[in-house]
């Protein structure tokens, strides 16, 4: 699967670039003639979404589906962040006021403290 298959199928599911965020949706309009389109067929081919015509909902565009497989190949090609880029995206979703130096100082006293008491 090359980069904008893989692209293609992460933005139906909302999982984020990375694939590391949860699944929020399951589609992608596209019409005939795109970009999109063709890579979404190809993607149909190849068993990893389905194809519904459009309707008016979707303005006349195809309206294209993740199978499981497609769920499958989305997240089993996720790979693991080295763990500094980790410890930036823990403190990203932190709801503190600290900077990203003052939380790694407070995070490393805290596991201190958990492995001398055990």
């Known amino acids: 699967m090359d980069a904008q298959q893989l692209d ?9 670039a990375d694939g590391t965020k949860p699944a929020f949706r399951n589609h992608f309009v596209t019409g005939e003639g ?7 067929m ?9 194809r519904r015509t459009g ?9 294209f ?18 763990r500094s880029k980790q410890r930036y995206a823990d403190w990203l979703h932190e709801d503190g006021v600290e900077s990203f130096g003052e939380w790694l100082r407070a995070r490393r006293y ?8 055990g």
């Open 42 to 50: 190809v993607l149909v081919d190849r068993g990893l979404m389905t």
């Open 65 to 82: 589906s993740v199978t499981a497989e497609g769920r499958l190949a989305a997240a089993g090609t996720w790979v693991k962040q080295p």
């Open 110 to 117: 805290k596991l201190n403290e958990e492995t001398r008491n």
């Open 34 to 40: 795109s970009e999109d389109h063709a890579v979404c």
């Open 8 to 16: 293609t199928l992460r933005h139906a599911l909302g999982i984020g």
């Open 55 to 63: 309707s008016a909902l979707s303005g006349g565009d195809d309206i």
